[in-house]
């Protein structure tokens, strides 16, 4: 049985990092708001975006010479997948979750016998693959510098993803990312980028009577590396309010889990406190009556 | 009235600017300036750099872009654009510091002859703004 003097101490250790845990719900409270509304200011883009694309795509008259990045190159052999994770940890199952996702898509590639191939975006997500996928991963990236998300970092990958598709290292691309529903429920994601799926692009305006200034081919050879680059950017901006609430979700318990320790331990310790107390009571009773 | 029409510009990061009043808008689109008025027929185009004149009951307004995608429809125009700056408030630096960028770039001998176009107009309309 631990001593009386072993118990204040771990009261007073579980005590500190509630205090922690505490600090750092306020400080993801506080965080989420702010990238909600990033989040939510970003959305018009990508929509438009996605219609536009949307009514071309439907426009097109030569689907033979349509550009490789809506049809693919017409093979399915290697896949690239970009796993979007965040660069720091505590935050409950956020980053889990999503290699969970991922993992299950390898996995299935593996099966089918095609070439995998893996970027990291967050280094949470490089220490969870390199264990198992060390060979797969081609380029690991993190913006652990940048304290915001911002549109110029979304471009730099897109432009990777574009030059690699350009020299034909790759045939499919995937992006994984947790989607933001609410605070307490995030939902991983996958979506396939290249070629993109038309079917699964969101929007409801549908109208085949637009002019094209120069063609629709040359707008959309313009346009398709301009949507890989949204597309990531929407992925990180969902990925970021996804972090701070799953983080904000997972402190909440923790501080609550730690206030039931402290309550826990203090009933420990007391009844310890009185016991002791009893003995030395009865000790001096029973010498007083010897006597 | 009737002779205005609804105009958004969004970039990544949020929603720029929107107005309603608006009753032209002059776009620099990839084969040259294109005006716009109420009614315009149904139109997707993608810009080249230069400058987005809108004019509004409340008065005219000048925007600087490097690229993007414009949309008309049903009397509502949308741009897309990742690089905007109202000209008002743009600062002589940034100017230059975007000119020095755009020369430096149209030295590269290895650009297409679309990027090398694109550039020379970027060159060109910094140096009218400046």
Redo the contacts between chains.
């Keep these: 049985m631990a001593t009386l003097d072993d118990l204040k101490k771990r009261i007073a250790s579980v005590k500190s990092t509630q205090k922690i845990t505490k600090a750092m719900k306020m400080v993801a409270a506080a965080k989420l708001r702010r990238a909600q509304e ?1 989040a939510e ?2 959305r ?3 929509e ?2 996605n ?2 694309i949307l ?2 795509s439907s426009g097109i008259s030569d689907k033979e010479n349509a550009p490789k990045l809506l049809l693919g190159t017409g093979e399915e052999k290697i896949h690239l997948c970009i796993v979007l994770t965040s660069d720091r940890g505590l935050c409950g199952g956020f980053n889990s979750n999503i290699i969970k996702k991922a993992k299950a898509y390898f996995k299935k590639i593996s099966d089918e016998r095609k070439i995998l191939k893996i970027i990291t975006v967050g280094s949470k997500g490089y220490d969870q693959l390199k264990r198992v996928y060390k060979d797969s991963i081609v380029e690991k990236i993190s913006f652990k510098d940048s304290k915001t998300i ?2 110029l970092n ?2 730099k990958v897109g432009k990777m993803i574009i030059e690699n598709f350009e020299k034909k290292e790759f045939d499919v691309c995937t992006i994984f990312y947790n989607k933001f529903k609410n605070v307490i429920t995030q939902i991983p994601q996958e979506q396939q980028i290249i070629p993109l799926k038309t079917s699964e692009v969101e929007g409801n ?1 549908f ?1 085949d ?6 063609d629709e081919d040359e ?1 959309l050879s ?2 398709l590396p ?1 949507n890989i680059s ?1 597309q990531i ?1 929407k992925a990180m901006l969902e990925n970021s309010a996804s972090e701070q609430g799953s983080r904000m979700s997972a402190m909440d318990s923790a501080t609550r889990n730690a206030g039931e320790m402290v309550d826990k331990l203090t009933i420990e310790y007391n009844r310890s406190r009185q016991a002791a107390i009893t003995k030395e009571l009865i000790e001096i009773i029973s010498g007083a009556e010897s006597l | 009235m009737g002779e205005e029409f609804k105009i ?1 510009i ?6 720029f600017l929107s107005k309603e009043d608006v009753t032209e808008v002059v776009v620099p ?3 040259g300036e ?1 005006g716009i008025l109420k009614d315009h ?6 810009l080249k750099p230069g400058v987005i004149k809108i004019f509004s009951k409340s008065g005219e307004e000048n925007y600087y872009v490097e690229d993007g ?1 414009v ?1 008309f ?1 049903d009397n509502n125009l ?1 741009v ?1 654009t ?1 690089s905007i700056f109202n000209i008002k408030n743009i600062d002589k630096n940034k100017i230059n510091e975007l000119l020095k960028q755009a020369e430096e770039n149209s030295k590269n001998s290895e650009i297409t002859d679309q990027d090398k176009y694109l550039i020379d107009q970027k060159i060109d309309v910094l140096r009218t703004l400046n």
């Design positions: 990033n200011k970003g018009p883009y990508s438009k975006m219609n536009i009514n071309l911002n549109y979304a471009e305006s109208d009577n637009y002019e094209f200034e120069p707008i313009n346009l301009k949204t950017f | 958004e969004v970039n990544p990061e949020k929603s689109a990839f084969e294109m027929i149904s139109i997707i185009s993608f995608i949309e429809k949308s897309l990742s």
